[in-house]
């Protein structure tokens, strides 16, 4: 599986499997794995950010999580102070159960919509909703985030928090979270990458390769791109104040946080029951802590503005 390409060709998928069967494994692991990672971790199925505010050794890693939504917004550019500032209709893309939206509707007064692969997440997204009094505000569909059921230029945050890593065709999903961004709009996308190539490279080296097809093979992910590739793309796309950081020293205390939750008896007990899938993603934690120690994972935040 090619590890480095043209962010403009389309991916084959993990290990070469076609689209929908990709799409349909993405689904199943998250049907069977969400309610495990609600019961231990909570509304949010993204890292923490960690820094001065919220050390490493910090207990509650719900708090660092919530921290990730509050530092990608002010990393693009948001501020209360400026009602010019305040986003009215978002979207977010791979949802998971909703905690994104759910927060930023709170936050901002906002509507949100949230799409998924998963049936799972999306009733439970709503479930939460409306037990929370956001039912009115918050709703979430089973939808493909390279197809988006919404019409152009409907939301002004177009948020995407960690579901990049699973899209099969990066060009695309590009294109459609810009489609949808009304102009002026904002787009923060939070995702995994690898490694920047240097000048001289035409790919990552052999042993990069098999670390990351063991991560897609776990986690039903297709081809990995540089933030570099994302960068490029929206250059050529003509976004404005386009922005980018390597947050990957700020999110490091979280895979190993995760290991341990799934080492306690709750842990263990939620994981038997979920089913192979999960238990598969649980047995490659490690492998992701492999691949941010050898920096060749990077957790990138890039964002943008669609032109007036």
């Known amino acids: ?36 990672w609600e019961d231990i971790w909570g509304d949010h199925m993204h890292h923490g950010y960690y820094d001065s505010h919220l050390p490493a050794s910090i207990s509650d890693h719900r708090s660092a999580q919530i921290h990730m939504i509050e530092q990608s917004l002010s990393f ?26 759910r927060y930023l509707a709170r936050k901002y007064g906002a509507k949100c919509q949230g799409i998924t692969l998963s049936p799972i997440q999306a009733q439970r997204s709503q479930e939460l909703a409306n037990a929370q009094g956001l039912g009115d505000n918050v709703s979430f569909q089973v939808a493909d985030a390279l197809q988006q059921p919404f019409p152009d230029g409907q939301f002004d945050l177009v948020w995407s928090m960690e579901s990049g890593e699973h899209m099969p065709d990066k060009a695309k999903f ?19 990458c690898h490694r920047d190539l240097s000048p001289s490279e035409d790919s990552l080296q052999p042993q990069e390769k098999e670390l990351l097809k063991k991560i897609c093979d776990a986690y039903y992910l297709p081809d990995w791109c540089s933030t570099p ?25 979280f895979w190993p946080a995760v290991v341990r939750s799934a080492l306690t008896w709750k842990g263990l007990t939620s994981l038997l029951r979920s089913g192979w899938k999960t238990i598969k993603g649980a047995l490659a934690m490690p492998l992701m802590i492999e691949g941010y120690k050898k920096n060749l994972i990077k957790f990138s935040i890039i964002t943008c503005k669609k032109p007036e």
């Open 1 to 36: 599986m090619a590890t480095s390409v043209s962010i403009n060709s389309k991916s084959e998928g993990v290990v070469g499997i076609g689209r929908e069967v990709l799409q349909k494994g993405i689904a199943e692991l998250y049907d069977e794995s969400s309610g495990m």
């Open 76 to 101: 693009a550019g948001f501020d209360n102070e400026n009602s010019l500032k305040i986003p009215k209709n978002i979207v977010d893309v791979g949802c998971g159960i909703g905690g994104s939206s």
């Open 229 to 253: 590739d994302y960068v490029k793309l929206l250059q050529s796309l003509n976004m404005e104040d386009i922005k980018f950081a390597d947050w990957s020293e700020y999110v490091a205390p």
């Open 174 to 192: 590009v294109k459609e979270l810009i489609r949808v961004a009304s102009p002026g709009g904002t787009i923060i996308i939070v995702t995994w």
